[in-house]
């Protein structure tokens, strides 16, 4: 069964005011696909049953499933390698001369998707300390909106098609153990749960720390927003980074047009922000 345009116009419109993800009219059959999905899910006779429930509010399970199938949860280990390398090899070094003192870097991994950046982070540093003694440690804040995503990111549980994508063969016998359930490996206690603090959080909903952070990861997330969102979530993480401190976007975003608080700073063909210093 098929709902007419104002109805899937109707469910967009929900989707754009919660996440800032668009859906255009050339996009509404993928739209719709998702809502016969949930319709099936949530046991509706159709998918007209369900923008009728709709029409009396979209909460709980319901408007996570919505918000959930709306986006792409696309990652893997060590996406982008040259940004873990130039965290390791240029930015934590030049976090180091600024701040001689420093024994935690901390790194917001603010959608961290179901885990694969913030254990990347974790590995790298693991893999530097192990080599320098003076390597400082670090803490991780691993948030995305999805609570679905951040269970899995906070079960440590991948399969070997997820492992066999990014990761160097000799972390996956140093890091992983097998799982419970054939074809699953954990991450092991090499990468100690308590380096990490994971929140549920809306970039487009109010936020807050009571901290600042050394670097942020915020990656292939802003990609699907509209200019006037880019500009007021990256001046919203410029507060909660020191002078000095580092910004990653992903391989195909850039700050161009949204801010002009950073100097851009290449390592290997990865460009990272630095805050300026005022
Ligand atoms: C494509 S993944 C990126 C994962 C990881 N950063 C990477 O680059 O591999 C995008 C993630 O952003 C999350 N997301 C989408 N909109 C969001 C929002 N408004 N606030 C927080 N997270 C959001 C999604 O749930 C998804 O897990």
Same mark, same amino acid.
């Given at each position: 069964m098929s709902l007419e345009p104002e109805k899937l116009k109707f469910f967009a419109t929900f989707i754009e005011s919660e996440l800032g993800i668009v859906y255009s009219d050339s996009n509404y059959f993928q739209l719709e696909h998702r809502?016969?999905?949930?319709?099936?899910?949530?046991? *509706?006779?159709?998918?007209?049953?369900?923008?009728?429930?709709?029409? *009396?509010?979209?909460?709980?399970?319901?408007?996570?499933l919505l918000l959930d199938l709306a986006t792409n949860n696309e990652t893997s280990f060590f996406r982008d390698a040259s940004i873990f390398r130039g965290t390791i090899e240029m930015v934590?070094?030049?976090?180091?001369?600024?701040?001689?003192?420093?024994?935690?870097?901390?790194?917001?991994?603010?959608?961290?998707?179901?885990?694969q950046e913030p254990y990347s982070l974790a590995m790298a540093f693991e893999e530097a300390r192990s080599k320098n003694f003076n390597f400082p440690d670090y803490r991780i804040f691993a948030t995305d909106f999805s609570n679905r995503i951040l269970a899995r990111t906070q079960e440590r549980t991948y399969s070997s098609l997820e492992l066999q994508r990014g990761l160097p063969a000799h972390y996956i016998s140093k890091y992983f153990e097998p799982g419970a359930h054939p074809d699953t490996w954990v991450i092991n206690s090499r990468i100690s749960p308590s380096k990490f603090e994971f929140q549920q959080l809306n970039l487009l909903k109010p936020w807050n720390f009571d901290h600042n952070f050394d670097i942020i990861f915020c990656r292939n997330v802003l990609i699907y927003q509209n200019i006037e969102n880019k500009i007021a979530v990256i001046s919203k993480m410029l507060k909660?980074?020191?002078?000095g401190g580092y910004l990653a976007l992903g391989a195909a975003e850039s700050l161009l047009g949204i801010s002009d608080q950073f100097d851009q700073i290449h390592f290997e063909n990865a460009v990272f922000y630095r805050k300026k210093q005022t």
């Open positions: 809502l016969n999905d949930i319709s099936n899910q949530l046991g *509706f006779q159709n998918v007209n049953d369900l923008w009728l429930k709709a029409t *009396f509010g979209i909460e709980g399970q319901f408007k996570a934590v070094p030049e976090l180091l001369e600024k701040k001689p003192n420093l024994k935690e870097v901390t790194i917001w991994s603010a959608a961290c998707s179901s885990g909660f980074l020191d002078a």
